[in-house]
């Protein structure tokens, strides 16, 4: 590598465009992409080969030479989001009922008198857009103080198809998140829409 200064491009994580950053170690013969020793494949024959080892994205979605870094993205990102696109289609045929979710949005803080009564404050707590749940998976916290810091929740995908985190009650808080923590947890989640679609079909059959 011949720029010491240069870090990591592969993206930190699923759905984020903020590159890893951690320091270099070598070059990406396919897309060009700058790679750290986490984001690194060993010589992953068929597709490094003398070439050199691939990064990350590409060793696990090789394609021709020649393609952009927009074209392995995208490659990589349908990849991924094949089985959950198709399971967010199903439970939407199938019309599988959704759960409702609540959001933690402040607190009530009871008046003078009653906090000399006992009273503590209670949590308010607001409808959002009902999912599938799916299971916990750990997320990315932004913010001040909690770079690189993570969390476990209870996930779900709404209809539409996005991804998001539900606190657990009885606040149903959740921490400043941005996107999972492991790009491949998609697939996981999709395993899961599938196997939603499977009993609601078994149960109508």
């Known amino acids: 590598m011949t720029a010491a200064a240069a870090v990591c491009e592969v993206p930190a994580s699923y759905g984020s465009n903020r590159p890893c950053g951690l320091p270099g170690v070598g070059r990406c013969p396919q897309d060009g992409r700058v790679f750290c020793v986490s984001h690194r494949v060993l010589n992953p024959i068929p597709y ?29 990102e349908a990849e ?51 999912v599938w749940r799916v299971g916990r998976f750990e997320w990315n916290q932004v913010g001040a103080g909690n770079r690189g810091d993570w969390s476990t929740y209870e996930t779900g995908v709404t209809a539409s198809g996005e991804i998001v985190a ?40």
């Open 48 to 76: 490094g080969g003398p070439d050199g080892d691939l990064c990350a994205v590409c060793a696990t979605n090789p394609i021709t030479g020649g393609s952009t870094r927009a074209a392995v993205e995208a490659e990589a």
């Open 166 to 205: 539900i606190g657990d009650p009885p606040t149903y808080r959740v921490d400043d998140v941005t996107e999972l923590r492991n790009p491949y947890d998609i697939t996981l989640i999709g395993q899961a829409l599938q196997t939603l679609a499977d009993k609601a079909e078994r149960r109508r059959a």
């Open 80 to 130: 991924r989001r094949g089985p959950f696109d198709h399971g967010v289609q199903r439970l939407r045929n199938l019309r599988v009922p959704l759960s409702t979710r609540r959001q933690f949005a402040g607190w009530n803080e009871p008046g003078f008198f009653a906090k000399l009564g006992g009273a503590t404050a209670t949590p308010i707590l607001e409808q959002m857009e009902p």
